[in-house]
């Protein structure tokens, strides 16, 4: 029942696509499986929404403390066979309610917003992928848009952080799914794929979140009235080092509903708001140590025009009114060196304590010639602390983090704990892990050593 014969490749390497694709590691037709994160944040700073524009009136506050799910999710997925799969991503966000905006044409065509769906309950993933062979591979329906790091590899897991990493989960869509059509493969140490998409609303893009929003849609059907392109490369150089670029180019302009700035003699009929997007990630899972990094650049063209075109939005439209930034930037890099590996006896049961450090450096707003500075659109941001993992789908993690920002603005500290999984639930798993159990500590070593001799065999041989 495999569907794809993949590179041997840990976990920290895994794309969230090859989750849900890779139904072999379950012996079963049916693959049901998810992830999810429970936190909490104590932050030691004012969360008024004006502590940017009089940053004194905000300096001494004794803070805010939250619960949140962030992010709680299903995986299902079938083998229909003779190379034709299933797959799904539910995900339910922050246990809230969602809401939906409507065009009311009995109403003079004005923006109604109705509570409609539920719950706040996105399908990241649905389609059907038709694998031809190992490196031709065509996926069609809604599917991940691997550009960076974060949208590649977004599972809870896949990160040392409680929330996603800051830098990305700011300035793109995260976690980044679209409708439209993959090709996709492996060739050797290369995993490759080309997607074509729904475009990007440069409507929704904004000073804060600069593309963040530009994906989605205020609507019950997405607009597609442009297009763009989506690709990725990941080279397997050795076991436990992944490299990548990835990239996204497209008309953002005139994708929204109704498309009536577009056409002959209209004021926004030039603004064609070009977004082009260039990223490159990695991940080192070697020697006890997982070392993660991105860099993105992103590059928005007519940004004037945009601009002028965002203000005079009516008020009651569901688009943001904010000036957008012609570029934006993203780098961050943490690591962690697991200290359990130090100590046989929790070695040998397979847990691990990642002791943990994070940067990011990133920029939501970098202005052009004729645009103003939002100094507290720069931040740099520092992380520290620890992941346990009791069993390997399991991590409970905690870190104090703190961004600083430019004069005048006020640095923002919290602290952060929280849990998460990450898995496939199927009975012969749960047996496997019953038989183990009976066998002592040497044993278990041994078969650990076995078992990481014939992963590394297998990557040499791919």
């Known amino acids: 029942m495999a569907l794809v014969t993949m590179p041997a490749i840990s976990e920290a390497q895994e794309s969230a696509a090859d989750s849900v694709l890779n139904q072999a590691k379950t012996g079963s037709r049916l693959t049901i499986g998810g992830y999810g994160e429970v936190a909490f944040s104590r932050n030691f700073y004012s969360d008024n929404m004006y502590r ?51 065009i009311e044409a009995d109403e003079g065509g004005e923006y109604e917003m109705e509570v409609e769906k539920g719950g706040e309950v996105e399908l990241e993933q649905f389609w059907i992928n038709k694998r031809f062979a190992n490196w031709a591979n065509l996926k069609l329906g809604h599917i991940i848009v691997p550009v960076g790091l974060n949208n590649a590899h977004h599972e809870p897991l896949n990160f040392f952080t409680i929330y996603r990493p800051e830098g990305e989960n700011t300035i793109l869509p995260s976690t980044w799914h ?116 991105q860099a993105d650049y992103g590059y928005i063209s007519d940004t004037p025009l945009l601009n002028n ?37 929790l070695r040998v049961r397979n847990q691990k304590l990642y002791v943990f450090a994070r940067y990011d450096h990133y920029n939501s707003c970098i202005p052009e010639a004729t645009q103003n500075h939002y100094g507290y659109t720069r931040r740099n941001v520092w992380t520290a602390g620890v992941n346990y993992f009791p069993i390997p789908q399991i991590a409970i993690k905690a870190d104090y983090s703190r961004r600083d920002l430019a004069t005048p603005y006020n640095d923002e500290p919290s602290i952060n704990v929280g849990i998460a999984y990450e898995g496939f639930f199927q009975l012969s798993t749960a047996r496997k892990h019953r038989c183990n159990t009976s066998l002592n500590e040497e044993q278990l070593e041994k078969l650990n050593r076995l078992q990481q001799e014939v992963d590394e065999l297998k990557a040499r041989l791919h």
């Open 52 to 102: 940017y524009r009089n940053p004194g009136q905000y300096k001494s506050y004794a803070g805010n403390g939250r619960f949140d799910i962030p992010h709680a999710v299903i995986y299902l997925g079938y083998d229909f066979g003779k190379g034709w799969t299933l797959g799904t991503e539910i995900e339910f966000e922050h246990t809230g309610t969602g809401a939906a905006t409507e």
């Open 178 to 293: 679209d409708t439209g059509i993959s090709f996709w493969g492996f060739y050797g140490k290369f995993k490759y794929e080309l997607e074509f998409l729904a475009g990007l609303n440069a409507l929704q893009f904004s000073r804060d979140g600069w593309i963040h929003k530009g994906a989605g849609s205020a609507y019950e059907f997405k607009p597609a009235n442009k297009y763009g392109f989506a690709a990725r490369i990941d080279y397997y150089a050795m076991p436990g080092l992944r490299l990548a670029v990835s990239g996204y180019g497209g008309q953002s302009m005139h994708n929204q509903y109704p498309n009536e700035m577009e056409g002959e003699g209209k004021s926004y009929n030039k603004c064609k708001a070009y977004t082009y997007i260039g990223s490159f990630d990695f991940t080192l899972d070697k020697w006890n140590w997982i070392v993660r990094g």
């Open 309 to 345: 075109a965002k203000a005079n939005m009516p008020k009651t439209s569901p688009y943001d009114v904010t000036v957008v930034g012609k570029n934006a930037l993203s780098i961050g890099v943490e690591a962690g060196y697991d200290v359990f590996s130090q100590i046989e006896r």
